[in-house]
């Protein structure tokens, strides 16, 4: 179970975004054009790069290392301050905790790194919640995030979404929303398929993961 939602303040908040959420291109486009709007600011590691580019050349096809190259290259360009590496007493601060995944301890220690408030993750059971609470962070799933994010920041995320639509050849407002419920942001889809008077007959629809 995901700890509670937050409610996002007015002011913006740090996203530590985990590598599951950026290997997923309408994921990661809604959040990078979240940024863009300047109503988060979005980090993340090398490592976590590494891992994102890392699945994506292992599951989609036609995904080479020239592809992962150009992905971390274009990251680091239009986000120049993104980049975080944890400090010896960033992991420090984790010692003596326990984690389901052991790999999930760079995440956390890259989110103390960034200053982070929020770490972005569909893995939301890796996080401990006691751990989390007590390190002044809270995990959210995508789809939590980017639906506070649409009550608070409507007019914003439509733009970005707009971007997302945007970015992609052929893409349609129905077929990003499509997208989202693919990669498991339902209420995400249902809400910016509401605020933009999409009827899709979807509401509510899971789908499987998808890039």
């Known amino acids: 179970m995901s ?18 959420v950026l290997y ?12 863009e709007q300047e109503i988060v600011n979005v980090n993340w590691s090398q490592q976590i790069l590494d891992d994102t580019v890392e699945h994506l050349m292992a599951n989609l096809a036609g995904f ?31 010692a003596g905790f326990a984690l389901p995944d ?3 301890r760079h995440v956390i220690a890259a989110a103390l ?14 996080f401990p919640p006691e751990l989390m609470s007590k390190l002044g ?21 439509v733009a970005a979404h707009r971007a997302a639509v945007a970015a992609f050849r052929q893409a349609t407002d129905q077929s990003t ?7 498991r942001a339902v209420r995400t889809a249902d809400l910016m398929a509401r605020v933009l008077g999409i009827d899709d007959g979807q ?7 998808s890039t």
């Open 24 to 35: 997923s291109r309408v994921l990661r486009d809604y959040l990078l054009y979240a940024a």
């Open 64 to 94: 080479t290392s020239e592809s992962a190259r150009a992905l971390v290259d274009a990251l680091k360009e239009t986000f120049p301050d993104a980049l975080v590496e944890p400090a010896s007493e960033d992991y420090q601060r984790l």
């Open 102 to 104: 052991e790999d999930d």
């Open 113 to 126: 790194a960034a200053d982070a408030r929020i770490v972005c993750s569909d893995n939301v059971k890796h």
């Open 137 to 157: 962070l809270v995990v959210l799933t995508p789809d939590e995030l980017f639906t506070q994010l649409i009550f608070s920041y409507m007019p914003q995320m």
């Open 177 to 183: 929303i499509a997208a989202l419920r693919r990669a």
């Open 3 to 20: 700890q509670p939602a937050v409610v996002l303040p007015a002011a913006v908040q740090v996203v530590l975004a985990d590598a599951n």
């Open 203 to 209: 509401v509510g629809t899971p789908g499987s993961s």
